[in-house]
């Protein structure tokens, strides 16, 4: 928290920065409440239901749902940028903080808002694990966990990547009494569950889109969302 900020390497991290200072001058104008900034890094996984979690639209921009969609055959091959970094297996190093445990943060945040803890203005708590995974790490740790081997290559390094960073955690661990509980294999477990439910709930509708619209025959086979379909409804059951 206590650490100069840098000028960002990318339009997205520059977002982040333009943020924390609209409320840093909201704040600065008096306004009438205070503000906690959580600095998180790399939210991932999904809910353990399989019922709530992320379907992007179009090709995904991140390494997760690119990943996942890999795995369970929507995306020919994961692409990792880079393996001639400063690190253990040449790969850019993160940390991946699991999304249920993220929730649970802001939900600390916001009590503490309510019931009028903060002594400060504005305070500023990292979240994390503390714990940097690279990308090859977090391909294996995938396969580790789901038993499906993902289909990758390495490709020429991305323009705004930053060789490895993590979060320091312990102020939020101390204030806030919040620790990240759950661990990488889990969360990628979880991630894998709920992209094949939201695939398979989506090209099950687009099916009955097209069936709808005349654009297929209902004797059309269409097995690939009739697996996935089978497969939603089977998770539903449980």
């Given at each position: ?6 000028p ?49 639209n ?25 393996d001639?970094?400063h ?36 305070e ?72 094949s ?28 969302a009739?697996a996935l ?10």
């Open positions: 928290e206590q650490t100069p900020r840098k960002a390497t990318s339009p997205y991290g520059n977002t982040k920065q333009i943020c924390e200072e609209i409320i840093k001058d909201t704040i600065h104008a008096s306004a009438p409440f205070k503000s906690i900034i959580l600095r998180y890094f790399n939210p991932i996984g999904a809910h353990p239901t399989a019922e709530i979690g992320e379907l992007p179009g090709v995904p921009q991140n390494l997760i749902p690119y990943l996942t969609q890999t795995a369970i055959g929507i995306r020919k091959e994961l692409s990792v940028f880079g001639d970094y690190t253990p297996d040449g790969s850019c190093i993160r940390d991946y903080i699991n999304v249920v445990d993220l929730a649970k943060a802001h939900v600390t945040a916001m009590n503490r808002m309510l019931e009028n803890k903060s002594p400060e203005a504005i500023i708590f990292n979240l994390g694990t503390g714990r940097g995974v690279s990308v090859l790490e977090l391909i294996s740790a995938f396969e580790k966990a789901t038993g499906v081997k993902v289909p990758h290559k390495i490709v020429g390094r991305r323009e705004g990547d930053i060789e490895q960073v993590w979060a320091n955690p312990e102020r939020a661990n101390k204030v806030l009494g919040w620790t990240a509980q759950e661990s990488i294999e889990d969360t990628l477990a979880s991630q894998k569950e709920i992209s439910c939201l695939i398979a709930l989506y090209c099950f509708c687009e099916y009955e889109d097209r069936l709808r619209f005349g654009i297929v025959k209902s004797e059309m086979r269409f097995p690939f009739s379909a089978f497969r939603y409804l089977c998770l539903k059951q449980k």
